[in-house]
């Protein structure tokens, strides 16, 4: 607890931190001040020392201290200085008897005094004259680390220290270590290993015993279900064994390691408190008590008669437990024999007769030392009490019910804030037998009954209430129990209350018939009972209301816990720990009848015990002997509350010797002091006996002196001392700190005493729920949890400022200022949670129930209201009581104002305090203007006409303005109708009905605020102050009585509508988060509407953007039957890229479509994947298939059975496309008409079969040519597809033919009659005349694929090819690259880095004026290069699509060498059509084979440096092929060069092998047989660098490099650089013939010829044939009669050469 000093009043020091000390309480005490040069942070006092804490960290002790060497006396008037220390700084100081102790802000520990018992922690001396470090030391972590320490306490013989993990270790003599061990002293700190992994918050010492507060585990830990085995030695907790009549269960197991009882009975019977004491065990490290506590531990038996306990005759509303007179009957026993344990507290079984009289024997102890009372006559007398206390009870209520006794004042409070811990409840001690009988069988048992519970029926399970405290909790535990599975507690405790709890509650008649009756023993635990039986067996839905709050995240750092626990250890043989018994404990027990008092601090005198709670009471309890406990109750070994008067809120505590110190608020500005205890007589020569006979307080006295003292912040005791700190009042500071502390902590009593006092004895009410109706009641429930939520905060906080009134001068860390958010949400939550519950008559409806618990006066809800005003109906004292909060807001904002003015006004902390104070009034003024928002609109639902009330009155609904006087009315409507406007902070409603019947609307109309529009009409041309009203569906005009209305009509609407989309909803815009109200609202806004008008989008709803009544931007519409549309809206319309969802209830699955769309329509190019398996990508136009696209069909893309590639009109296939159908193996490629083929066509099939001709309604019809693989052809008419039907002609593949007339299947057998023809050698002019040409009946390449090229032509804004403006073409191309860059930066994964730079560099469109030059036309080069490259430029996407329709054609069956002519014109004319489009986008291109403007000088044919590599040919010439072919070539050659080589294939086999033979032989030898010239022989070559002779044998060596070059030509791709390679093959030769002839030397052809020959046959070029076709019919006309036209000529003569050379 480290101290933060601060900051605000330097000066002031010596009015701060004063310590004043005195004894006793009589009028005549006078304090003495102890002078110190510095304010006391902290004192502490030992036996009969003290040592305080002052400011810099320094200590002084003082009193007696024999430990000093030095001292000449060893009483010591003046403080002294521990010299020792002051290297240190010591943040915490504590004092034992005769030892103390400090902590250091490095988390240090330092002991010195007595150190007989090893209370200092130090080996070997058994006096420590000063502070020495003692080192705590953790030995389960390796290596050992040293714990950091918070604080110590010091008891007689004992030391406790708090480490900053929230753990207690310990060392000393006694069992009040809590330690494991029986060897004393422990002189090294150990662990006190029970509180292991609890959260511990403080910690105190007593003489012999120990105190600690521990945060609650059930804030920690979710719960398990109950054990059945002990946590420790594992043996079973209970055993159950069968007799013949009755069954016995014991629970005779004694854990060796702890004991823990257990006094619910004698408490509640004695004192009354309203606290059922939770019992058992709290988690595996702790004691484990028996399996029923509340069972003497003696071993007795119980006996009860079956047959009695539930009679026939129990009426089924009331279960009797009837006391039996004989006991002849079956009997179940219970023997609880716990060998070693003494009664706990004289708790005894009582075998109930008629009379209830007690037998003695049961209470006999068995061996215990330490007993309660002194001698048997008092145990007699107390039993004595309790029987007739009970019976009294018993037969003055219902003649059969059990009730518990309830004696104590104070209420059972089940506002807990776990939603875990049951509430607290008084137990019968009449009925804690049967009770404890039941809990001990239930487990057992369970199982079986479980089955039978099944069957009962709501009435005779839940009809049985004893009138107990909080009996509402256990129809509510049920009711909860599905929420709660898995969330258990780890505490046995809490889990045997409410077995206790239940059985007392649930009695179950009649389940055994033959004449017998079981006692049936429930068991609650979740799991045995089924959640479905649990919800059927609850009373009518809305009864439960849980009274507990989610929970404030209780990990909120700045906060304190209130769920806490307090545990106990050490000796107890004055009562002091609490457990109502004397016996010792050796480990720490937690004191069961705290839990849930929201404990914050413990204190400990020698023999007594303190607790003081968050509502600043006190509870007491140990040695009173001299009246410290503050009151007389007894036991004495429980906790009681200490008797102050009303209005008196403790919230300090100190303990002495014999007296206790309290430091209260009362009713004056400055805390009191009480003091309770033994009277100190100020006489020197008093002796010892007078001193233990003196005079003593019954209560708490109040000491008159505190006055003068000034403002105390804290107090402690020791010995026979008291002291206290206080504070002078500087600049108001601290009277202002005082008194917002003191106000909170009012506050906290005020809204605790509202839940105990109002809403718990409310809630008890049995007829609550049905009179208040389901929907109040939820509305009450969720008011009661923001209550409790509210309720939690507060004590939070006043327990807050309570440790802050101790430790600081300063406002830093002051929760409500840090945190201001938590409490204004809070409060803004609870104020809605009001109104809702008001706006719904919710507290018209709570009068009744009020007037039956309270009676008719309500006076409890009178007084708790602080009402002013006489006579107010109950109806608006209700109200008026539960927006109390709101005027606590008022008081945040006072008091941190009077903190601001103890501030200069520039300082940070005053600013602070002021946006504070302001946050909080802004909050309290708003949530008034809420409250009078609630109130009226209540007003309006009572005074409202009609049904509709019903329909439209909602608890979050409030009215803002209605015009029932006339003020808005409809434009235009009839004479008769009557129109009446509301509106709501979420809707406009508006309500219609005729004349005659005013109060009758018969229609009304809700519209939704986030989706309403409003603009003034100007009244310029009307006169009229209209509004017009757009919703989605609706438009119309409100017309107003007054240009004053009009204004306010608009700015209501325009308000609420703000806020509704703001999604503040009725809360409004709290002040504090600064958002500043707009004048209008967006005309532009995101929000969801349904439709109930629009035809197409009836009952969908849709949730996106709007603009003006019309859904706008991204989107999602939703219909009822499944559809779904996500994407782009313009208008109202899907426009845009969209995705849309319809299913196919059938199929059990969707169709899909995403692409783009127009006015509502799939328009535009997208995919669409069918239900079927079938997937089309293409061009859609008005929802169908309409221009390019391919559509696959089958389940699996890669193995669809058929393909569709080409042009679509109105959902049909209709002009050019290709159909693989590939289960048949046939390719068509040809014209469509409405799904079917017609026109010119051509099929190829997997086998070689080759048809090209007409088709008809989708047969092959008409003339046509079929091929086969070995060249059988026929020429002539066809019916069907493959069959002959007519003329025709049969072409065999040796030149026989056959004229006639045919008709059959191809392929079986044809049946003909015509002449047969074989033609001989000669008739070589007629076999040229058959010479068949393929290629007339098929689709010309210009008809083909003209849907794509109009696409293009429309992206670029063209309705038809070349008619069009060309800016707008531009214009075009940068709007889609831009939208296309756009989305990139949204989702930048999408496109690669390359990909994204050539979007930009497209961003730059090439400018020139005047004509092309070469400079010009590279650069448009350049760009179409870039342009091709992505499918994002209009350009780049045509050609992706031809590439895909290319390789579509031609891959696969495709790959049929008839077809290569085809192919080749596809591309020609792809090349001119492509061209037409470049020459659009660049008019002053020149066309096809014109000449470029001013040819630069050096481009000329001779010089062959100048050439660019990718135009070859002069570059003045502009030609198709030279500008596209480099960009679409390379993406067509592998289909292409295939059918190329499978039309070459023999010619070039015959070459390879000629290639093959002749490459065996070397070098000179080929030259030889070649004859190439002696003079061009190479004499040497270089190889590796070196020069070598070139001799017979030297293979593949000469023209090497040239050899070299022309290998490249299988890696280019279009015909100019394959040209290239081959010129530069010549370039090669012709440097190594001159480095040999080292002259100017010409080439005649029949030099040059042999030689290049030689280069060709070492090139190895395996398809040379295939490339030199390919050159031929793909290269530009303007270089064929040029250098390159000559130089491919020879090459080409070479390959033929080659086929034909003979070797000889």
Known sequence: MEMQISSGEEDGSGERGLLHTWRGYSYSTTPERVLLSRPVLQAALGARHGVLLVEGGQVYSFGELPWKQNQTSSVVTEPVLEAVLSEQHVVFVAAGSAHSGVVTEDGGVHMWGENAHGQCGLLGLSVIPNPTPVGVLDSESTPPQTVKILEVACGDQHTLALSAKHEVWAWGSGCQLGLNTSTFPVWKPQKVEPLAGRHVLQVACGAAHSLAVVRSSEALVPRKPPQDKCGQCHQLLYTMTDKEDHVIISDGHHC?????????????????????????????????????????????????????????????????????????????????????????????????????????????????????????????????????????????????????????????????????IPVAQSVTPMGSALNNLVVSCASA????????????????????????????????????????????????????????ELSRRLSLPGLLSQGTHALLLLHPVYRLLSPRLLRRTSRPRARAIPLTPGGIPEADAHLPSLQTEVWSWGRGQEGQLGHGDLLPRLQPVCVKSLNGKEVLRVAAGAHHSLALTAQSQVFSWGCNTSGQLGHMELPTSFPHLAKLSDGIRVWDIGAGQQHTLLLADGDCMQPILYYSGQQVKEVAEQTEEEEQTGEYTQQPVLLPFCMNLGYVSSVCAGGQTCAALTDRNVMGFIASLHELAAAERKYYCKLSNIKSLLLQPLLKLDSLSSGLGQSTAGLLQNMIGRLSRLSQLTGQNSASLTSFLRRSRDIRGLVILDDAHLFLDTYSEYCSAVGDLLVMGGFQALVKPCHDVFGKGAEVVQRLSECSEEGLPLADVLPHLFYLPIKHLHEYGRLLLKLATCYEVSSVDYQKLQDACSKYESMALHLKKRRKEAECTLHFWKSFPGKMTDSLRKPSRRLICESSNKAMTLQ?????????????????????????????????????????????????????????????????????????????????????????????????????????????????????????????????????????????????????????????????????????????????????????????????????????????????????????????????????????IGQWQYDKKSGYGVFDDITRGEKYMGMWLDDQRQGNGVVVTQFGLYYEGAFSNNKMMGTGVLLSEDDTTFEGEFSEDWTLNGKGMLTMPNGDYIEGSFSGVWGTGLKMSGSYYKPSLYDSDKEKAHALKLGRLAVHSEEKWKAVFVEC???????????????????????????????????????????????????????????????????????????????????????????????????????????????????KSYLSRIFQLVRFLFPDLPEEGGSLADPPKETGISDPAGKQLESPKPGCVVSSSALLLPVLLPRLYPPLFTLYALEKEKEDDVYWECVLRLNKQPDLALLAFLGVQQKFWPVTVTVHGEKQQVLSSTKDACFASAVETLQQISTTFTPSDKLQVIQLTFEEITQQVLTLLKQDFLWSMDDLFPVFLFVVLRARIRNLGSEVSLIEDLMDPCVQHGEHGIMFTTLKACYYQIQHEKVT
Request: glycine share 8%; charged share 20%.
């Open 972 to 1204: 235009n409507a009839g004479r008769f109708s009557v129109n009446w406007f509301m509106l709501f902070n979420d809707a406009l409603v508006h309500a219609q009905g005729m004349v005659p019947y005013k109060s009758l609307f018969s229609t009304h109309h809700i519209f939704p605020l986030a989706t309403l529009w409003v603009e003034p009409i100007s009244e310029e041309n009307t006169g009229l102050y209209c509004l017009k009203v757009t919703s989605p569906e609706e438009t119309f005009t409100l017309l107003a009585s007054s240009p004053a209305e009009k204004a306010k009509w608009f700015r209501s609407i325009n308000q609420a509508v703000e806020q509704a989309l703001s999604g503040l909803g009725h809360d409004g815009i709290p002040p504090s988060t600064g958002v500043a109200q707009r004048a209008d609202p967006p005309i532009s806004r995101t929000a969801s509407y349904t439709f109930y008008k629009d035809s197409r989008l009836k009952e969908a709803t849709y949730e996106g953007r709007w603009v003006s009544g019309k859904p706008h931007g991204r989107g999602v519409v939703k219909w009822l039957d499944g559809r779904m549309y996500t994407g782009a809206f313009k208008n109202g319309l899907e426009d845009g890229f969209g995705d849309y969802v319809v299913p196919n209830k059938n199929l059990n699955s969707c169709d899909h479509y995403q692409g783009q769309w127009k006015d509502g329509k799939m328009h535009g190019f997208g995919t669409f994947r069918y239900t079927s398996g079938e997937v089309y990508e293409g061009s859609f136009q008005d929802n169908m298939r309409h221009g390019h696209g391919m559509l696959r069909s089958g389940k699996l893309n890669s193995t669809s059975p058929s393909v569709f």
């Open 1353 to 1467: 032509w429309n992206r670029l804004g063209c309705d038809c090819p070349g008619q069009g403006q060309t800016t707008t073409a531009w214009d075009n191309i940068a709007v889609e690259l831009t939208a296309n860059l756009r989305q990139q930066r949204d989702s930048p994964e999408l496109l690669s880095r390359s990909h994204h730079k050539t979007l930009e560099s497209l961003e730059c469109i090439p400018h020139h004026v005047g004509p092309v030059t070469l400079e010009v036309y590279h650069t448009i080069r350049r760009y179409l290069v870039k342009a091709c490259d992505t499918p994002l430029h209009p350009l780049g996407r045509l050609v992706e699509t031809l590439v895909s329709v290319y390789r579509m054609t031609y891959v696969g069956v495709g790959a049929n060498r008839r077809l290569l002519p085809q192919a080749v014109n596809e591309i």
């Open 445 to 500: 048992v369970g199982e079986r009954v479980v089955s039978t519970y099944e069957a009962l029926s709501l009435r005779k399970v839940i009809g049985y209430w004893a009138p107990g405290e909080g009996r509402e909790r256990v129809e509510e535990r049920l009711r909860l129990e599905e929420p709660m599975q898995g969330k258990k507690s780890s505490s046995l405790g809490d889990i045997r209350e409410e077995e206790a």
């Open 256 to 420: 060796p390691l702890g004991v823990e009882l257990d006094c619910s009975e004698t408490k509640s019977a004695l004192e009354g408190s309203p606290e059922q004491v939770k019992q058992g065990k709290s988690s595996p490290s702790e004691p484990v008590p028996s399996v029923s506590t509340q069972i003497p531990r003696s071993p007795t038996s119980i006996t009860i008669p079956e047959s009695t306990l539930l009679s026939d005759s129990t009426p089924a509303s009331e279960p009797q437990i009837q006391v039996p007179a004989s006991s002849q009957e079956p009997t179940i026993e219970v023997s609880t024999e716990h060998e070693t344990s003494p009664v706990a507290n004289g708790e005894v079984c009582v075998e109930a007769s008629e009379s209830c009289t007690l037998e003695p024997d049961g209470c006999r102890a068995t061996g215990g030392k330490y007993s309660p009372f002194p001698d048997e006559q008092a145990v007699k007398a107390y039993l004595k009490r309790l029987s007739d206390h009970a019976l009294a009870e018993h037969v003055a209520k219902a003649p059969s019910t059990l009730h518990s006794a309830q004696l104590s004042s104070d209420p059972a409070d089940p506002f807990t804030s776990d939603p875990l």
